[in-house]
């Protein structure tokens, strides 16, 4: 069916981010998260996860059958995209070994592993846009002073990168299948000259311990000793005071989760791109009698946040049974399974009739921005395809893990993986395009 004005595909856009977000983007006031998405390509693909599962679903999106017959399911991110991998510490802030790998769980379920392949590749082509945009006016970026001598990853750099996501997902897959030991592993070092090098050895200063974890770990961004306690910031925009009743209840609901006093507690504003508009708290932890700064490495910081059902339950509500849990409980399982040394704090609650997860914030918590690594003086298309294929290498592991009693996943997806590449890289790129038309199709309803 032909669409030439984009009317029916506009509904459509306009019908998943109503249904997900509760807020309609033609509204007089368009909400925080639409905003956003309408900013550039790589955004509205951020926000709109529930979309790609509805074009999975219609149709509009077909990637290779093969994938779908011959692969067995597995743990997903469900929202996998160049952004939602970075560095952290195991076992959340009381771990100190640094790793390179997913760092988003919040649509996880169990699901087929081509949904966060073709995702992430469509995501590369929209990073490599993003930046170009961000050259020549397009696309505005927090992130690039002086642009002048920089230059951006092409549309060719982001397949060629798409390739390496791929080879480097096959090769680990293969290496799973000859050792089973290797789904235990993780990226946690990288070579001179690596793209991936700095933000690596940033984190590691900021873990505790480092030599920044006083200055530059999350702790100390969000965190100030106040008359002799520690208390988060005052940082408007970021943070919100509850009213002291509001506060309390709070406390009452969440302080049986955590591992130690809650020393302080604030609305947390405005985080991310997809959940934008979800409440979240966030507990500051330590020792209840706090001993000035050498106590500070025993304090951290818990994230309490509303969950709502992972993007592609709705569209494939039946693939899994597990798919059935509550979507706090959902998310907790997928990251214990995905995850090496899942984070300590790791929970789910259900308070005033919503679901809520409960997890640790990591000191040495680094993400990485689409400019980090698809902007450069020289060779962004070299760039890009190195942390692609890191990214590859972090999600085959992550998969595998989600069945420990065998490697059958790991054979299947080598061998129809490498069948079809091609395909892959075609289907997701031709939806990178769509998505690049829907973002227009998003700025002309919200200036309706």
Same mark, same amino acid.
């Given at each position: ?11 459509? /856009? ?39 599962? =509805? ?44 790793? &390179? ?26 990073? =490599? ?38 080879? !480097? ?16 592993? =993780? ?25 920044? &974890? ?10 100030? /000793? ?49 959940? *934008? ?15 000035? $700064? ?48 899942? $984070?300590? *704090? ?20 680094? @993400? ?12 962004? @298309? ?7 294929? !890191?990214?590859?290498? =972090?999600?085959? #592991?992550?998969?595998?893990? @989600? ?5 059958? &996943? ?31 199709? #998003? ?6």
């Amino acid at each position: 069916m032909t669409d030439p004005d984009g009317t029916a595909r506009q509904n459509l /856009i306009r019908a998943e981010l109503r249904r997900v977000d509760g807020a309609d983007p033609g509204a007089w006031a368009p909400s925080p998260k639409h905003r956003k998405m309408a900013a550039s390509p790589l955004r509205f693909l951020r926000g709109s996860a529930q979309l790609y599962y =509805a074009d999975l679903a219609n149709g509009t999106l077909q990637l290779p059958q093969a994938l779908l017959a011959r692969v067995p399911t597995t743990a997903v991110m469900g929202d996998c995209h160049v952004s939602n991998f970075g560095f952290l510490t195991e076992e959340g802030s009381h771990g100190d070994t640094v790793v &390179f790998c997913p760092n988003d769980y919040d649509d996880a379920c169990m699901g087929h592993a081509h949904w966060d392949l073709a995702r992430y590749i469509a995501s590369l082509v929209l990073a =490599a846009d993003f930046c170009r945009g961000v050259l020549d006016g397009r696309y505005a970026s927090d992130e690039v002073d002086d642009p002048a001598d920089l230059t951006a990853a092409t549309d060719e750099d982001a397949r060629e990168a798409g390739r390496a996501f791929l080879d !480097a997902y096959i090769r680990t897959c293969r290496e799973g299948v000859d050792d089973p030991s290797r789904r235990d592993s =993780a990226l946690t070092k990288f070579p001179k000259g690596h793209v991936l090098r700095k933000p690596w050895k940033k984190a590691k200063r900021r873990r505790a311990g480092g030599r920044d &974890f006083t200055a530059k770990s999350t702790l100390a961004k969000e965190v100030e /000793i106040r008359d002799g306690r520690p208390r988060f910031r005052d940082r408007p925009g970021r943070f919100a005071a509850l009213e002291p009743a509001r506060a309390r209840q709070v406390h009452a609901a969440f302080r049986p989760y955590v591992d130690d006093a809650v020393l302080d507690l604030v609305l947390r504003l405005g985080a991310g791109t997809g959940s *934008v508009d979800l409440e979240r708290f966030y507990l500051l932890v330590g020792p209840e009698h706090f001993a000035g $700064d050498a106590d500070l490495p025993l304090c951290h910081v818990v994230e309490v946040k509303q969950q709502r059902p992972a993007s592609p339950l709705h569209h494939f509500p039946d693939l899994r049974p597990e798919n059935r849990l509550d979507p706090a409980h959902l998310t907790v399982d997928c990251q214990r399974l995905m995850q090496r040394s899942p $984070d300590m *704090v790791l929970d789910e609650a259900v308070w005033e009739d919503k679901h809520w997860l409960v997890r640790s914030r990591h000191h040495a918590r680094v @993400g990485i921005d689409p400019e980090d690594v698809a902007l450069a003086k020289k060779k962004p @298309g070299k760039r890009l395809a190195a942390y692609a294929g !890191a990214c590859g290498e =972090a999600l085959a #592991l992550a998969h595998a893990r @989600g069945d420990r009693r065998s490697t059958r &996943f790991e054979a299947a997806m080598a061998r129809v993986l490498a069948e079809e590449t091609d395909a892959l890289l075609d289907a997701a790129g031709g939806y990178a395009a769509r998505l690049i038309a829907d973002r227009q199709l #998003l700025k002309a309803v919200m200036s309706c």
